[in-house]
């Protein structure tokens, strides 16, 4: 039986060693997420997303706990639940310094919730490089649901838009997020805004404050022309909600879990969710193209060349753009 075979049967070891194969970029690893591949494309991909202190961490594992008690739509049983937490890299060692992993004890004891820490590693935006894999490894073995954890940088998590189905953004009361937000295009990607901590003061604040920010933006309301099985043409929109939730007691997680539902069922509805997979796959192609292209640039050039160029760079003799142009001359591409 092969490494394949043994994670579509739910072997949680043979799943945890090909996710350390995927981060540490593996030719086994890599050979065996293509065997899986086919196998891919059912989970729904949630991403949650917000500044430092809003408190992601504790709302994903209450989130994980209140989708394990709810199925979806059409089905019997609850989802089973992977979650990708990209902690901030170790300055030291490069891996992950497992802060959301030590505060999701909760789910411990569930076999049907798959916990992963991944060292963000310097990714922009938040996402280990291989978060997108991580996610095809899980969706491959079952899990149906799976929530992506970004590194709280405030201003830097727009690339989560690209990697999932659904932007869940978090916000938190009297911490100046909604201007900046505003600014950052933050409110462009959400799908569903969150307030937490929606229990201390300046909460009611914080609500008003983003819907007025979604209303004045435009982006309060999407709408999708389709057409019904009869071919009748109608409109269907997707109105971004402002939810309240008090995570560390669990409130306001139902809601949560009707919205997340929601927004499949309109993605699955409108043809979104064909849209966005194909932004995502593009996306995800585009990055390993990035990082496979340098790669090979780097490995093919004499020693100590770029290192040269870069001295060049650093005591303005070039400017990048005229140190790229020279590594570039005679180059096929």
Request: glycine letters at 10%; aromatic letters at 4%; proline letters at 5%.
């Amino acid at each position: 039986m092969t490494s394949t075979d043994i994670i579509l049967q739910g072997d949680r070891l043979a799943l945890a060693r090909l996710l350390t194969q995927i981060e540490n970029e593996s030719p086994e690893g890599l050979e065996t997420l293509g065997a899986l591949y086919p196998h891919t494309g059912q989970a729904h991909l949630v991403g949650i997303t917000g500044a430092p202190g809003t408190g992601k961490s504790t709302l994903v594992n209450q989130l994980a706990l209140h989708l394990r008690k709810r199925p979806m739509p059409g089905e019997d049983t609850p989802p089973r639940v992977g979650i990708v937490a990209v902690d901030p890299s170790s300055p030291f060692s490069g891996g992950a310094i497992l802060g959301d992993r030590i505060r999701m004890r909760d789910l411990a004891g569930d076999p049907g919730v798959f916990i992963r820490s991944m060292a963000s590693r310097g990714a922009l935006g938040g996402l280990a490089r291989a978060t997108a894999a991580v996610g095809l490894a899980l969706d491959a073995a079952g899990f149906q649901i799976i929530l992506i954890e970004t590194v709280g940088a405030g201003q830097a998590e727009i690339d989560i838009a690209s990697s999932a189905h659904t932007t869940v953004v978090i916000e938190a009361p009297s911490m100046g997020d909604a201007i900046q937000a505003n600014k950052a295009g933050i409110l462009e990607i959400a799908d569903i805004l969150v307030v937490n901590k929606a229990d201390i003061p300046g909460a009611d604040t914080t609500v008003a404050t983003l819907r007025l920010s979604l209303e004045m933006a435009g982006s309060a309301n999407a709408q999708v022309a389709v057409e019904d099985r009869a071919g009748t043409a109608r409109e269907i929109s997707w109105e971004i909600p402002v939810m309240e939730t008090v995570a560390t007691k669990g409130e306001g997680m139902p809601d949560l879990v009707d919205k997340i539902y929601a927004h499949r069922e309109y993605l699955t509805t409108s043809g979104g969710w064909e849209i966005r997979e194909g932004k995502r796959v593009r996306s995800q192609m585009e990055s390993l193209l990035r990082d496979e292209l340098v790669k090979r640039f780097l490995k093919g050039r004499p020693d100590g060349r770029f290192e040269h160029i870069v001295q060049m760079v650093v005591d303005r003799e070039r400017s990048p753009a005229q140190a790229i142009e020279e590594l570039l001359k005679g180059e096929k591409l």
